[in-house]
């Protein structure tokens, strides 16, 4: 395994090294003279910390070279040896299954515990210690953070982990956002489970995504948009050829027909020719036959590409941020306007208004520092809007299907209904199941398709007497973050 150089070690500051700074050092220095790997020799690594460990404890109690006497050594070696052979203060938090992202803002680390308050690890930490883990864990992507490329993000540790960094200059002290996949097998009778949606909701969705229909999913960072995504995609029927491009992968649920894809960006050494980008894939998956475009966070050129796709008539489900259903629309469109050469506002309008049916717009509680332990955050559908036609065409026309005043409060039904071309794609396929898009959305019970009575990755389930669906053959692998069997206790 290759360390960063010791230069990369030493502080540019003027404040002394504590005795773990100077420990980490000579120990990291040694390990590389006596050329010790640590990957394929752990126990060498753990037997040359203990000596120097008893090497600094001799000179101390001699009184030579001005150290201190180490008042808990066995932490001391733990911490040390957590950052040789581990992720050092972050091995904690990456093990922590209940963590769902961690936050490095230059000496500190935060991360977000399970019960969704925001924590700091119990270990003093410094940035260049952070950095240095940092690049250690961009190793295996094959990326590299440095002032020639102050901004990175990377998919780490097999694909689990997503983290973005940024370092000075750009940014006035290292920054690091990552963020753990900690549900890999969403379902929309997951997410009725776990009071995310109704069943109703849940339903609509289902039959919106088997019906073809366009669909926007919106909301804050963190509000669980990739979540409900990963959950609509299980609910694509397996004859339709799907085609998923992300900037970073993140989206999980199989396609028995179709590929995942990322970008790519431009070789170190500045070549431009090996970028690939969101919009390069969508246009290149626009010529694949695609029955449904999945577009994950689009933020840039690529809503451009995404009128060729409402032009060439596949179905799309996509993610963009934004507070509401109508701010997601008008900023995909004006992104779209943006990104083209001489392209008429109102024809991006108008495609949008057609390939898009439904808004689902989510949101998520608020962040808090706690010392008390608490239920985990909750990430709620807020409103479920219908596109309608406009005569005008000026402004896009949204009918709000279903809205939650706040989160912890129950859905309600505005009494509306979609479109009259997405009720009838929506009734074409609810039909096969003995209901309609009225009943559904009036909740019936006696004629409503539920979701309770059948396993997680099947979607619907039949009405008495009618044959069962097929369980889906291919379930997403759980890809769990294991770094090691059990972290080492912190070191003050």
């Not at 780490?156 to 900690?182: N, Q």
Request: hydrophobic share 40%.
């Amino acid at each position: 395994m290759s360390r960063e150089p010791a230069t990369a070690r030493r502080r540019t500051t003027s404040r002394p090294l504590s005795p773990y700074e100077v420990l980490r050092n000579e120990v990291t220095d040694g390990i590389k003279t006596a050329r010790l790997d640590p990957e394929v020799d752990p126990e060498g690594v753990h037997h040359f910390v203990r000596g120097a460990i008893e090497s600094w404890q001799t000179v101390a109690r001699q009184g030579l070279d001005g150290k201190e006497l180490l008042a808990r050594p066995d932490e001391m070696a733990e911490r040390i040896l957590r950052y040789v052979l581990e992720y050092g203060p972050l091995t904690g938090p990456l093990n922590d299954p209940g963590v769902e992202e961690i936050f490095i803002e230059g000496d500190d680390i935060f991360f977000i515990d399970g019960g969704g308050y925001m924590r700091g690890v119990s270990e003093v930490t410094t940035a260049e210690e952070n950095l240095a883990v940092v690049r250690r864990l961009l190793q295996d992507s094959g990326r590299e953070v440095t002032e020639r490329e102050p901004m990175v993000q990377a998919r780490v540790l097999g694909g689990t982990v997503r983290m973005g960094v940024v370092i000075p200059p750009i940014a006035d002290k290292l920054s690091v956002t990552i963020r753990k996949y900690t549900m890999r097998n969403e379902t929309l009778s997951l997410l009725v489970g776990r009071d995310s949606m109704d069943q109703r909701v849940a339903e609509l969705l289902w039959a919106a995504v088997r019906s073809g229909l366009g669909i926007l999913v919106c909301g804050r960072p963190g509000a669980g948009k990739t979540t409900l995504l990963n959950a609509l995609l299980r609910a694509v029927p397996p004859t339709m050829v799907v085609r998923c491009v992300e900037e970073i992968r993140e989206l999980s649920a199989p396609v028995m027909a179709g590929s995942y894809y990322q970008t790519r960006p431009s070789g170190a050494d500045g070549d431009v020719a090996a970028e690939v980008s969101l919009r390069d894939l969508v246009k290149t998956c626009l010529g694949m036959r695609p029955d449904l475009l999945v577009v994950g966070e689009v933020r840039g050129a690529e809503a451009f590409e995404l009128v060729r796709a409402g032009n060439a008539g596949c179905g799309v489900i996509a993610t963009v941020h934004a507070n509401n259903p109508y701010d997601a629309l008008s900023a995909l469109r004006d992104t779209a306007i943006m990104a083209g050469d001489n392209v008429a506002p109102a024809q991006v309008q108008s495609t949008f208004q057609r390939m898009f049916h439904l808004v689902v717009f989510v949101d998520r509680e608020e962040l808090a520092f706690d010392d008390q332990g608490g239920a985990p955050i909750r990430r709620q559908v807020m409103e479920v809007a219908a596109l309608m036609p406009n005569a005008a065409g000026e402004d896009f026309l949204l009918q709000p299907l279903f809205v939650r005043d706040r989160i912890g409060e129950p859905l309600r039904w505005s009494e509306a209904y979609p479109s009259d071309a997405a009720m009838a794609r929506l009734d074409a396929t609810l039909k096969r199941h003995d209901s309609s898009t009225a009943e559904l959305l009036r909740g019936n019970p006696a004629n409503v398709v539920a979701l309770a009575d059948l396993p997680p990755e099947t979607g619907l389930s039949p009405r008495p007497g009618r044959r069962p669906f097929r369980r889906n053959p291919y379930p997403a692998p759980i890809v769990p973050v294991s770094l090691s069997t059990e972290p080492g206790p912190s070191n003050r």
